[in-house]
């Protein structure tokens, strides 16, 4: 299908085909990547500007290096040593970026809403590289191509999101995806942190581990997200650990064949043994790989490409 976005905000407002489409563009990215010649002009002569008011690793970099190999021109900013730390609102900021021939600003924020409020003031694409405890669509975007390389299809997996579902908007985003590409998703962690209310969004709940991963063909970890905690949502770390964790003897009860993800930063000997995140079955490094073609693939598309250019030296 073609893409007709500018923005890339959400994964609950985008259709399956969508999604399908950047899955489709990505794995084209992909290709390229294992070419001598990594590079393609597709953004040769736009400036993204990455905007990250909040820390990051695997999202921050990926995304420099995805426009960097699309030709782009890049600029970095933190809010630490920007004038949003002067008290200059999101708003000038954004409209700032612009004048400065910003064509797309890719936005990562503790206020969910944070990248649609920027959407709506500035001309320029917004991709939300994370806001708050709302969403995280590349993310998803990410974990759902890894799941159809390792897996084939995502239609009638058994996918098990485990972990702090409460506080996380990687949990939120793979949910969306993962219904609308037809998987069945249980969620599972702490009553405190898996409330029954995300039955709303076509998810089974339980709070009862062995029951989440007996039949898992996926088991997606999340991490405590400490830094949104209000409240401690459970008495220990170790009690979490032996509650919620997934442990070697727990990973040996899996299916033969199922695979364990982690959008990362891992907390070894918390949620997952450190030998099951080094692991063969365990997806995390290969996830990391993928959001770069993920990345590409969406900065491609919300700029109005369609045909995938020569690369370029
Ligand atoms: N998965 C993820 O968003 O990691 P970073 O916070 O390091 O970007």
């Keep these: 299908m073609n893409w007709s976005r500018k923005h890339l905000l959400d994964i609950e407002s985008l259709k ?30 736009r400036t993204v500007v990455n905007l990250f008011v909040e820390p990051s690793t695997r999202t921050r970099i990926s995304f420099e290096l ?13 809010a630490e040593s920007s004038s949003l730390r002067k008290g200059e609102t999101l708003r000038d900021t954004g409209k700032t970026l612009e004048a400065l021939s910003a064509d797309i600003i890719v936005i990562r924020h503790s206020a969910e809403g944070a990248p649609h409020l920027l959407s709506r003031v500035v001309d320029c694409s917004v991709i939300n590289a994370g806001d708050g405890a709302h969403e995280h669509p590349t993310q998803a975007l990410l974990d759902t191509f890894t799941i ?9 997996l058994n996918v098990t999101i485990l972990g702090d579902i409460l506080y996380s908007r990687v949990a939120r985003s793979n949910i969306w995806a993962l219904t609308k590409l037809g998987a069945k998703v249980t969620l599972c962690g702490p009553p405190t942190l898996v409330p029954r209310i995300f039955e709303q969004m076509g998810c ?16 997606d970890l999340l991490r405590i997200q400490h830094e949104r905690q209000r409240l401690s949502a459970f008495p220990s770390i170790g009690e979490y650990r032996s509650l919620f964790g997934l442990t070697t003897e727990r990973f040996n009860r899996l299916k033969k064949d199922a695979i364990v993800m982690h959008p990362g930063p891992i907390n070894r000997g918390v949620e997952i043994d450190s030998e099951i995140a080094d692991h063969p079955r365990s997806t995390i490094l290969d996830q990391v790989t993928n959001g770069l073609a993920i990345r590409m693939a969406v900065m491609f598309l919300v700029t109005g490409g369609s045909t995938l250019p020569k690369p370029t030296n």
């Design 16 to 45: 399956a085909e969508e999604i399908l489409t950047i899955l489709d563009t990505a794995r084209a990215f992909k290709a390229v990547g294992e070419r001598t010649i990594k590079k393609v002009p597709a953004l040769s002569g």
């Design 66 to 78: 995805a426009a960097m190999r699309l030709n782009a021109d890049v600029i970095n900013f933190t």
């Design 148 to 156: 159809v390389e390792k897996k084939g299809e995502i239609r009638g």
């Design 204 to 219: 089974k709940v339980t709070h009862n581990i062995d029951e989440a991963l007996a039949n898992a063909d996926v088991v």
